[in-house]
């Protein structure tokens, strides 16, 4: 019963039921006679079922999260965190606002840097609209409420993308005396941001975290279940991101 229900579960709701919904259309299109129209509804059901599972999503994740492997010494004078999200109006242990899963990866990663060398911490990012909130002071008080001091950590409240996440962080490393700063940011946007500092000119050392894939990663039949087009969704807003930043600042 238990393994029935693992199975039945990913069918309930999207992606699954809408799979299941082609796939039932198929066979309905198929007693019907009409079986050019049941292989393409049969086409779109096994296209969402590969787009949804874990290991099509890894294996476009894996070139880019291979990019850049952790380094071997933490060797720089300061932590540079990229921002990511922020859910500005949600209650908090410490307040109101707080950072995405996505921004508390990077965080965690920057505190446990911090507590290893005790470097301060950048807090790279404003707000992508005018409407928005900022991000740097959730970000600040999530980190003090994990135990890193308040002086040690510094706010770039300008950026709204990574290319100026990169620009004018540097702008405050240099007014800090830094010189070595280590990236912070996930796995797979670390080949964008790497673009965005070599492009500047910045001597930065990648310190990636939030690794979904790695070698010789084995996959079970769960993972072969559909579940989630995030994973999809996360490697292609990559690659095209990398490649709009390649266009848009082929220049700088």
Known sequence: MFIFKKIVKPFLWPPGVFILVFLLAALWQMARGRRRSSLLCLLTAVIMWLAAIAPTADLLLRPLEARYPLPGALDGDVILVLGSALYAGAPDIDGVGAPSAEACERLLAAARIHRRTGLPIILSGGRVLPHQELMGPVY?????????????????????????????????????????????????????????????????????????????????????LPRSFDGLAAALHEYIGLWAYRWQYRNS
């Open 140 to 224: 600040q008080r999530f980190l003090k409420g994990i135990g890193v001091p308040a002086n040690r950590i510094l706010l770039e409240n300008r950026s709204r993308d990574t290319f100026e996440n990169a620009r004018y962080s540097w702008e405050v490393c240099r007014q800090r005396g830094y010189r070595r700063p280590l990236v912070v940011t996930h796995a797979a946007h670390m080949p964008r941001a790497m673009f965005c500092f070599r492009r500047l000119n910045v001597p930065a050392t990648p310190v990636p975290c939030g690794f979904r894939t790695w070698a010789g990663k084995t996959y079970h039949w769960p993972e072969f």
